[in-house]
């Protein structure tokens, strides 16, 4: 029986970044890797910083990872791409030109006879107003028309930008650590949601940029008794390069070292790792009130019609 893999948030192309190459050649030969051992591979987003499609139009780069994606797909591995907040701006290409199999939405899955959900995590039990009302924004189809309008010159150029200034202004441009149990916002949807969805073994994130191995503990009441869930969040490929790998019976969160993989265990938050991110400052408060405007006109038109 073959593995199945699990990993995300590459964020392949960040401008916040010095080690972008090396990133992904990392990234290209942990997929050669694996491509005898995988009956399938599941990216849960966030694997570019940004990217956009346009009608006649990709982005430049990648080459070495669509490439090795290419090559999977060609020898028959499944490779599952869910879009995340940074790579959404997909309209085919990915699947025509790669073969891979797109998931815009959350997804439950049967894998060897387990119950996975699978997600990239963002705007599961996040409180914050004002991502909730960016990420409407992102995924409204008449925003999305209208950011195909700019030119790829200034339209591939402000989702770099935007995206690198979020990296930048946050300490060594990493994520909070792990919050705990009872704070942390996806470990509180999971409990909520698996109370509803009893059969679910297995639930899987990115987003986050942590590490993170946790059981949950459930009740059945229909059958009188205890049942745990397992929740991952998969930490990144870009200090971290962590993944999880099933093989038909056990789920590892493994952490692959040039060549190797090195096994993970309990809760690792995400601390101090190696190399920091370029905290060079851009002046690009004309191009985020541009991208804002933007993404907003054709909510303020229809405003204006009522």
């Known amino acids: 029986m073959k593995n199945v893999y699990f990993l995300s948030d590459a964020h392949l192309g960040s401008l916040a970044l010095q080690h972008k190459r090396t990133q992904e050649r990392r990234l290209v030969r942990f997929l050669d890797s694996i491509k005898e051992k995988a009956a399938a591979v599941y990216l849960l987003g966030d694997m570019f910083d940004f990217w956009n499609e346009y009608r006649y139009v990709v982005p430049k780069g ?32 990915l699947e025509q030109e790669c073969g891979v199999t797109m998931h815009r939405k959350p997804q439950t899955v049967e894998i060897f006879g387990k119950e996975f959900y699978l997600a990239h995590g963002d705007g599961l039990g996040d409180p914050d107003r004002k991502f909730k009302l960016l990420r409407w924004m992102f995924h409204n189809h008449v925003c999305q028309r209208m950011l195909n309008f700019v030119h790829p010159w200034w339209g591939m150029r402000l989702g770099l930008e935007w995206a690198a200034h979020s990296r930048r202004k946050r300490e060594d441009g990493k994520e909070p650590p792990y919050m705990g149990e009872d704070r942390e916002h996806l470990v509180l949807w999971t409990k909520q949601y698996m109370e509803s969805h009893p059969n679910i073994d297995y639930f899987i994130y990115g987003h986050r940029h942590i590490e993170l191995d946790l059981n949950l503990d459930r009740s059945q009441r229909q059958q009188g008794q205890s049942r745990r869930a397992r929740m991952l969040i998969l930490g990144d490929w870009i200090w971290q390069f962590t993944y999880a790998v099933f093989d038909g019976e056990h789920l590892f969160m493994e952490q692959y070292i040039e060549g190797e993989s090195r096994a993970i265990k309990g809760v690792l938050p995400l601390n101090g790792q190696r190399g920091h991110a370029s905290h060079r400052l851009h002046r690009i408060e004309i191009s985020q009130i541009l991208f804002y405007g933007l993404m907003a006109l054709p909510s303020l038109i229809t405003q204006m019609r009522r």
Do not use: A
Request: hydrophobic residues 40%; without cysteine.
């Open 62 to 93: 990648y080459t070495r990872f669509l490439g090795k994606i290419s090559e999977l797909t060609d020898m028959g591995v499944e490779v599952h791409w869910f879009v995340g907040n940074h790579d959404l701006w997909t309209y085919g290409y």
